[in-house]
């Protein structure tokens, strides 16, 4: 979680969102992708920090199937980023802070755990949530 905040607080220098994941092996904890959110800094509305995130573990990997690895995000993936962890068969999703209007790991919708997916990786949640949520309300009240 510690890789994902840092790649957060890096959304500093752009108006993105402070949103940080990386895709790490599930065996060793190597980190084999990064992202950060980047919708704004590249006019892009998938450049979700968990998509981008897989992207680079993908391609660094060569091949789509990222079964073996963790995502582990600073929020709660929406329902694009957690259909895109379920399509790339990761074994497991970590979250820190949750989110209460778009979450679908559980909060606003439970993607991941859908008894009807064609993958459902394990789920752990408000990991380092405070942290996570500190990035978060800093980010919106210099906005307000």
Known sequence: MDAALEEARACAVSADVP??????????GRVLGRGRNRREADGDPTAHAEVLALRAAAAGLGRWRLDGTTLVITLEPCAM??????????????????????????????????????????????VRAEAATALLAEFFAQRR
């Open 19 to 28: 949103v940080g994941a990386v895709v790490v092996d599930s065996a060793t």
């Open 81 to 126: 980023c957690a259909g895109a962890a379920a399509a790339a068969r990761v074994d497991r999703v970590v979250f820190g802070a949750f989110d209460d209007k778009a979450g679908a790991a559980g909060s606003m919708w439970d993607l991941l755990r859908d008894r009807a997916a064609l993958h459902r990786p394990e789920v752990l949640a408000g």
